[in-house]
């Protein structure tokens, strides 16, 4: 079954405690990227990933690394986390190959992050 | 100016109705937009994308693209109670990037 796996699903976690949330996908895509989703605000792009070894910044990179050392994987850093980061995270993968058509995005089941 | 605009609703439709969901983009350069629904709670679902002028239609579900007015919509015929949820036009405004709206909520009562 195609899929993208993050985990964990629920985190509560305290200020500064270095924290990393997983996101495997099997469907060998080149793209993946991560949102958070905070109410009123929608999804904002935190960091994307064009293929291994490639990461840029999204629109809210503030607090967060990523890497992508094997396609399958795109794990999420939060190095020193805050209150401000509490939120509902998703990681997307998409196949780059056919052109427009690389926004047809899979997402991961979420994670809901508590930052006290 | 918000990148990609979506009324928040909700918007409430009687069962058997068509659900009309509308979405403006500002980067004249997009050239691919695309419908997601998102259930309460879960993951966002790709249910449309639309490259070109004009409509696609897909079972109940038919997306526009007006370019020249910057407006890209969706319908859904005889709505269900089941097709309630938010619905977040994404549109891409250049490679590698995927702007999303806010969602629209969608409720279908019995």
């Known amino acids: 079954e195609a899929q993208v796996t993050q985990n964990p699903r629920y985190l509560i976690t305290v200020t500064g405690k270095k924290l990393t949330v997983t996101c495997s996908q099997n469907?060998?895509?080149?793209?993946m990227s991560w949102y958070r989703q905070d109410p009123g605000l929608g999804l904002r792009q935190i960091y994307y990933?064009?293929?291994?070894?490639?990461?840029d910044k999204g629109d809210v990179p503030e607090g967060y690394k990523v890497s992508r050392k094997e396609k399958r994987n795109f794990p999420l850093i939060l190095e020193s986390p805050s209150p401000n980061q509490t939120s509902l995270y998703f990681c997307?993968?998409?196949?780059?190959?056919?052109?427009?058509?690389?926004?047809?995005?899979?997402f991961g089941q979420g994670t809901r992050l508590t930052v006290v | 100016q918000k990148e990609v605009e979506q009324n928040s609703g909700p918007l409430s439709v009687p069962e058997g109705a068509i659900a009309s969901l509308n979405c403006t983009y500002s980067d004249r350069g997009s050239q691919s937009f695309f419908w997601y629904r998102q259930y309460s709670g879960k993951s966002p679902e790709l249910i449309m994308s639309i490259y070109s002028n004009g409509d696609k239609e897909d079972g109940r579900f038919t997306a526009q693209l007006n370019k020249a007015s910057q407006y890209v919509s969706l319908l859904i015929r005889d709505s269900q109670p089941s097709d309630s949820a938010t619905y977040l036009c994404?549109?891409?405004?250049?490679?590698?990037?995927?702007?999303f709206g806010t969602g629209t909520r969608l409720l279908v009562s019995p």
């Open positions: 994404a549109v891409n405004t250049g490679f590698q990037k995927l702007v």
């Open positions: 997307a993968s998409s196949h780059t190959g056919t052109g427009l058509a690389w926004g047809e995005a899979f």
């Open positions: 469907m060998n895509h080149e793209y």
């Open positions: 990933s064009m293929n291994v070894e490639v990461t």
